[in-house]
């Protein structure tokens, strides 16, 4: 005789379709590979706004490189990357930056000053560079 337990239990408890029982569905993959997208845009938003302040220096870099615009403009435009990366008030040789050396700051701080607000030396746009990758440096270590 027949067991009742086996041959009813499709009529009491019915069989998972096959596309659950397989794993899931169409739209389970779709919202998986959504999911991913929206996270990998994410992570390259995070990399970009981690990014912009070594790519504004290499940007004041270029243009004294080019020497596209005077040199207390480009000084000034070195010195707001300064505020805006290190969050000073204003860049000054008493508070430097965590990282960084305190005579390395002053001197550059300094210079930068000089550069800024004196009158035009012939090899201003020389000591602007050097200043551009001191900075360059303290970024890949700070």
């Given amino acids: 005789m027949a067991d009742p337990r ?18 899931g569905s169409q739209l389970a993959g779709w919202m998986v590979a959504a999911l991913l997208v929206v996270l990998g845009g994410l992570l390259f938003a995070l990399w970009l706004h981690r990014r912009r302040p070594a790519r504004a220096l290499r940007r004041v870099a270029s243009a004294v490189a080019r020497q596209q615009d005077t040199v207390p403009a480009l000084a000034a435009r070195l010195d707001a990357w300064s505020r805006a990366r290190y969050r000073l008030p204003r860049v000054d040789a008493a508070p430097r930056p965590s990282g960084v050396d305190p005579a390395v700051w002053a001197d550059w701080a300094t210079t930068l000053m000089q550069l800024r607000f004196a009158p035009p030396q012939p090899d201003d746009y ?5 200043l551009c990758e001191t900075a360059r440096a303290w970024e890949r270590h700070v």
């Fill in 6 to 23: 086996t041959e009813l239990a499709d009529i009491i408890v019915p069989a998972a379709p096959e596309v659950l029982a397989a794993g």
């Fill in 126 to 130: 020389a000591a602007l560079a050097v």
